[in-house]
């Protein structure tokens, strides 16, 4: 053998040894950051206002591990990490602007902890993402992951249900219902996604297992809004399934619907003398959603005093019970009487992260899923390879958007369905998976 046969063949032998350590890294990254996600250290242990102030040790140096991890993997592959970075550069903006909060936060301590979290868990995302080489396979590996995670709810239902059953509905391993039913709504779309696109019978089915047990734990946790928005995310997602067999003329169709709909509500709105209340009604049993109107009015009017920059990220609550913002309310509401600590978000994303960052970069991170959101639709419609994948990241994107409006997760730090779309996010962003080598999933 020639010399230069011998380089070509060592320089093979190195490249099939530094992939295998991408894909040894990918896995086991990913299998970290799915459990710290989904499988929350604090379950079974109600932490104290003080407690939540301080933060979860842990979780630091648990999170602070995979960002060392994932900075490697990321220089294994840095022409796909820059890729997906570029793809998201609204969303990079905000996780830097929100670093930036603690110069003029009011507990610069707690917005910097909370904020290099923030980051951490960005560059976490960042990494895995970009050893990312087949999204379908990426896409089985959730499936998996959170059809174990459901089963494991409902065994912990079985056996244990004075700890998992509330009086308001399950909370299985979570500490409260609307948690649990968000991760099952997120596991319903993956499965049902996964199903869809499988290519053998067997997948097909073990998509569809996954898809019903998640929809089980679903109805059992009596969330409202996650059952809501489950049923139309499948809706949707058959929209999606149709058109890729319908082409063109279906997206024209679909557009000329959603016209319609649009008029439609306009002429709700005319017809109920613009009274959004009144209108609500016709629709609502509830109006007020179970109170959160209040909580909503309450947060606005502290939003609107620090309107352009926030308190800080992380620094309006949680920040102990002397300076709880609720702690300074007269007793004669519920909000008043409520005791301290036990209400730590505003029930509305875009409220919330008004409340830390201000307005205008709130806008500019709905702007940065809305750009995600256009971006997977698009390859979900005329994708040949990994239609589903998108799909899934489409689906879970527009939820989250439509989650937001009763819950708080946009852009926080350590929450369910902030660190999936983050990962999404950057995932889709990701250059041709089709070409990619592959090697990992």
């Given amino acids: 053998m020639s010399l230069a046969e011998n380089l070509i063949a060592a320089s093979s032998r190195t490249r099939a040894v530094r992939l295998d350590w991408v894909a040894a890294g990918h896995f086991l990254l990913l299998v970290g950051f799915l459990a710290f996600t989904f499988a929350s250290t604090q379950s079974f242990y109600p932490q104290t206002v003080a407690e939540r102030a301080a933060g979860s040790g842990f979780d630091r140096l648990f999170v602070t591990a995979m960002a060392v991890l994932a900075i490697f993997l990321i220089g294994a592959r840095s022409e796909a990490a820059w890729t997906c970075l570029r793809g998201n550069k609204l969303m990079v903006a905000v996780v830097l602007f929100s670093l930036a909060s603690f110069v003029w936060s009011d507990f610069p301590e707690l917005t910097l902890r909370r904020a290099t979290l923030f980051v951490l868990l960005t560059i976490v995302a960042v990494g895995i993402a970009a050893s990312i080489d087949d999204l379908p396979r990426f896409h089985a590996r959730l499936h998996r992951a959170l059809f174990a995670l459901i089963v494991a709810n409902l065994a912990v239902t079985v056996l244990w249900p004075a700890q998992a059953i509330t009086d308001i509905g399950v909370a299985g391993l979570y500490g409260q219902k609307n948690e649990a039913g968000g991760v099952a709504m997120i596991a319903v779309v993956v499965s049902a996604t996964y199903a869809f696109g499988a290519q053998r019978r067997l997948d097909r089915v073990f998509g569809l297992l996954g898809a019903a047990c998640a929809l089980v734990f679903l109805i059992l946790t009596r969330s409202k809004t996650s059952i809501s928005l489950t049923f139309l995310g499948l809706a949707v997602g058959l929209l999606f399934w149709i058109a890729q067999r319908g082409g063109p003329r279906f997206a024209l169709l679909v557009f000329g619907g959603l016209s319609a709909a649009v008029v439609a509500l306009l002429g709700l709105v005319m017809a109920s003398d613009f009274n959004g209340q009144e209108l609500l009604g016709k629709f609502l049993t509830d109006t007020t959603f179970t ?151």
């Fill in 291 to 441: 109170g959160r109107n209040e909580l909503w009015a309450f947060a606005w009017r502290a939003a609107l005093q620090r309107f352009w920059l926030g308190y800080g990220y992380g620094a309006f609550w949680d920040v102990g019970a002397a300076y709880d913002p609720l702690a300074r309310l007269e007793p004669g509401t519920w909000l008043g009487d409520v005791e301290v600590g036990v209400i730590n978000e505003a029930h509305n994303g875009y409220i919330e992260l008004c409340l830390h960052i201000g307005l205008p970069m709130t806008c500019v991170a709905v702007c940065a899923i809305v750009n995600a959101l256009f971006v997977s639709t698009r390859k979900a419609i005329t994708a040949r390879a990994g239609a589903a994948a998108y799909a899934m990241a489409a689906l879970l994107l527009f939820l989250h958007l439509l989650h937001n409006q009763t819950e708080a997760n946009l852009f926080m730090r350590g929450t369910s369905f902030c660190n999936l779309v983050f990962l999404l996010c950057f995932a889709v962003a990701r250059d041709n998976f089709a070409r990619a080598p592959r090697h990992v999933g």
